[in-house]
């Protein structure tokens, strides 16, 4: 179990940056989710992290060690933190129990100790039945929670998934994600997972590293996240919404204003007079006709027990809401505002 | 080394890979190189003036034109067999394909000495065959094969192969949509063949053609066994008969015949590679389904040609061979009560030069087999892994011991070898300069099979051993070796089906004690012993269709593109 410190890290692919000046903790026993997508440099992150790849720039210390500096770097045979691949990476050639059981014949136990830690590893992914099989013979899950049981039986430090649930099917995702997250609690293990979808990364994280173009843009809870967006791309990236520019800003004694979209509206904010953009999410938005705004009805999508409404403003903004009444296309109907999210967005 | 550092991040491996490589180029590619030093220079100091002199003789340019002429009429020989072949397969609804296949593999794998052996036992006046028949040519009649004709069909046969795999790969390339779309255009059978099937392989046809023409204009059996004979000398039996005649005094003068037939083949490895690489700009679009166009009516009689045709250039020989090889003495027609197998008993078990050549033979397949092996696996991970520049360079290269014909690399050789550095020790004449000629030329056909398995491996399999704390030799024991096995496998076994059945590197490599299988054919045929050279030949079309079998049975559990036919 260990603490990863991360300090001014930086990796070049060919001339272009993957990574720009990452200085971050991610603290023991903690599930971190790096969410962000393609391309922004979550798994360059990860594989930095794992060893596979080597920074340009930077240091990285996991638990008491520096295993990644100017002049040092530990190769990843050497840094006992688990990888779990998107592929699940299992050896076609081992059957499920050499699989598990090859991290402790690399440590050298003895036979007795393999065999019994093993068995425990196999246990507690619910494996011990399928331990003779070879893995073309298992389902997507069964090979993810040898994958898991492989990364497990060594304890290491911490583990890193890249997107495990990537290749399995909606159904399964779900069961997985308990399987994770029972999984952390029992071991307390430090835990950072690659996803590019959002829902996944709420759904297990302590906290959520938001990322994009290299640079980390929040790394907060996933309520903070949501409610609290420090800008413009972490609040259209996670969750529903859309971000309107401020007009003009009053500050009250405990109360701020916003001009939004020809509103006066009240806001919540950190930035106090500086804010410059709101993020109206559909749980900002009240259907009223005496509402602050009116809105024309784009689009209707029934989400089960709910319906989306998409609406165009009579200034011309997209604004989303969420109804139990049915609306047709075409209606008009009036929006209230309730103290959306302000921020400062340059 | 720094950016190979940056891409997998171990030392080690990239330690690993320097030394390796080092050790593969000088393997390959020094007595390339050595050979092209020769040749400009005399005595030490750049000069061309050999180079001329030889280059202006008579016997030269004679040799010149007819090696010219043979490869040259004989791939188109194998251009018409083995593309009316590749079409007829790939495209159409032709049954038992695979079995078609398998058969047209045959001739590539079969020695070219054994082919034209064989090929003298089914024609002329003292054939077995046309004997017992009753049809022989009165006595005295020339044998027609003693031509060039003979020469230009035989490499024709020999190399048809080729051509029908690359173009066969090439038709596979193509999306069945393309041509479905044609039709429902309203082109019809031969319309679209012509304007929509033939457009679009002619990448892959060129490039077949051009390597066609360099393994033509290399091989040594087939010229050999018929071209000597009729006093008609192409370049490689040229400086065969320079070199037996006159020993390494002449080693400068055929230094120089052989930088002259390396430099017609390099023309043509040129044009094979960019034909080869113009060929995949048409790989896209599904190619899941392949092209099955129905032949309707015509079928059966199609079947009934292209297994006659299989018949007359694969069966025929053989039983010709076969029946030669059964007779007492050569010219007694072969019938029940003349039958016997004193030929085989003689060359099998007697004579103690064949025992030798087996044993010869045997070890340095299984030597070069072994050796490459342990070389290939472990170099085409790293460089799959860490591409640097200098290993980028070695794959362009590799190949080149492989196809360049067998009298280069065999010169070479000598050059390289006859006095070793610092010493007054020479390995000419002993059996390691064979076994090393034969790593240099077979290292391609292992390292090719096993690199196209791991290019298709999941690089996450060895991350996932190092994230657990593998070293690099433990994944390459536990992670990297089984997985690639099935390929190692196959190239080796390629490898000694290679390496056993060569004649044109031993050919000019060997003296007494280290004759290989190939030379002892070609010996006991030279010196009339033909009913003892067909029996051997007949063994070793045994032991070859054997090793094919098995790389045939094993076929499915290897990755794609490791079996040669198999495309």
Known sequence: MADINITSLGKVFAGTPALQDITTRFEDGEFIALLGPSGCGKTTLLRLLAGFDMPSSGTIRIGARDVATATNMVPPEERNIGFVFQSYALWPHMSVRRNVSYPLEIRKLTKPEIAAQTDAALAATGLTEYADRMPSDLSGGQRQRVALARCLVSAPDAVLLDEPLANLDVALRASMQAVFTDFHKRTGATMVYVTHDQAEAMAMADRIAVMNQGLIQQFDTPQTLYERPKNRFVAEFVGRGTVVPVKAVEQGENQLHAHVLGARIAVESEAQSQVSHVCLRPENLAISETGDLRAKVARVTYLGGKYLLETVSSCGTRLLAETRAKFDVGAQLGLTITTPWAFSED | ?567
């Open chain 2, 1 to 567: 080394m720094q950016s190979a550092l940056q891409k997998g991040g171990s030392r080690s491996e990239s330690r690993l890979l320097s030394v390796i490589l080092i050790l593969a180029l000088c393997l390959t590619l020094a007595p390339v190189l050595r050979l092209f030093i020769e040749g400009v220079t005399d005595q030490g100091v750049p000069s061309l003036s050999l180079a001329k002199s030889v280059l202006a003789q008579g016997s030269t340019l004679n040799a010149l034109k007819h090696s010219l002429i043979t490869a040259g009429l004989g791939t188109l020989v194998s251009v018409v067999l083995g593309a009316a072949f590749a079409f007829l397969v790939a495209l159409t609804d032709l049954r038992a394909k695979a079995a078609l296949v398998f058969c047209l593999m045959i001739p590539m794998m079969i020695p070219p000495q054994i082919t034209a052996l064989s090929w003298t036992q089914i024609m002329g006046p003292s054939s077995v065959l046309l004997k017992t028949l009753g049809i022989a040519p009165p006595l005295g009649a020339p044998q027609p094969l003693y031509s060039p004709e003979g020469i230009i069909l035989l490499l024709g046969i020999q190399h048809m192969s080729i051509i029908f795999l690359t173009l066969r790969a090439g038709l596979r390339a193509i999306p069945q949509e393309v041509v479905e779309a044609a039709r429902i255009s309203g082109a019809r059978g031969f319309r679209t063949w012509w304007q929509v099937v033939m457009p679009l392989t002619l990448p892959s046809l060129a490039a077949g053609t051009a390597i066609t023409f360099v393994t033509a204009l290399g091989n040594f059996g087939i010229p050999a066994m018929l071209g000597i004979p009729a006093g008609y000398v192409t370049l490689p039996t040229l400086v065969y008969q320079k070199l037996a005649g006159m020993g390494t005094t002449v080693l400068a003068e055929v230094s120089v015949l052989a930088m002259l037939i390396g430099a017609v083949a390099i023309v043509g490895i040129l044009l094979q590679r960019f034909f080869q690489g113009r060929q995949n700009v048409y790989l896209v679009g599904s190619t899941s389904r392949p092209l099955a166009i129905p032949l309707g009516s015509a079928r059966l009689p199609v079947e009934i040609l292209l297994w006659a045709v299989v018949f007359v250039i694969l069966v025929l020989p053989m039983f010709g061979l076969l029946a030669t090889s059964l007779v007492p003495a050569y010219g007694v027609p072969l019938r029940f009560d003349t039958m016997t197998f004193v030929s085989w008993g003689e060359v099998l078990f007697r004579q103690p030069v064949t025992a030798r050549a087996f044993a010869n033979s045997f070890s340095l397949a299984l030597g070069a087999a072994v050796v490459l092996m342990i070389i290939c696996l472990p170099l085409a991970w790293l460089m799959e892994r860490h591409p640097t520049r200098l290993s980028r360079l070695f794959d362009s290269l590799l190949d080149l011991p492989y196809a360049l014909p067998g009298v280069v690399l065999s010169i070479a050789m000598i050059l390289l070898l006859i006095k070793l550095p610092f010493t007054d020790a020479t390995l000419y004449g002993t059996i390691w300069i064979i076994f090393l000629a034969y790593l240099a030329r077979f290292f391609a056909v292992m390292f090719r099979p096993v690199q196209a398995s791991l290019k298709q491996l999941d690089p996450a399999m060895a991350e996932a051993a190092q994230s657990v704390g593998a070293g690099l030799f433990q994944r390459l024991r536990d992670v990297i070796l089984p997985l690639s096995a099935p390929a190692a496998a196959a190239g080796a076994i390629l490898v000694f089906l290679t390496a056993f059945n060569e004649l044109t590197v031993s050919a000019l490599l060997w003296s007494s004690g280290t004759e290989t299988l190939g030379v002892v054919i070609f010996n006991l045929d030279d010196s009339g012993e033909t009913a003892m050279a067909s029996a051997l030949a007949m063994t070793i079309v045994f032991v070859v269709m054997a090793l094919m079998t098995l790389i045939q049975l094993f076929s499915r559990r290897f990755p794609k593109g490791v079996v040669p036919w198999q495309t």
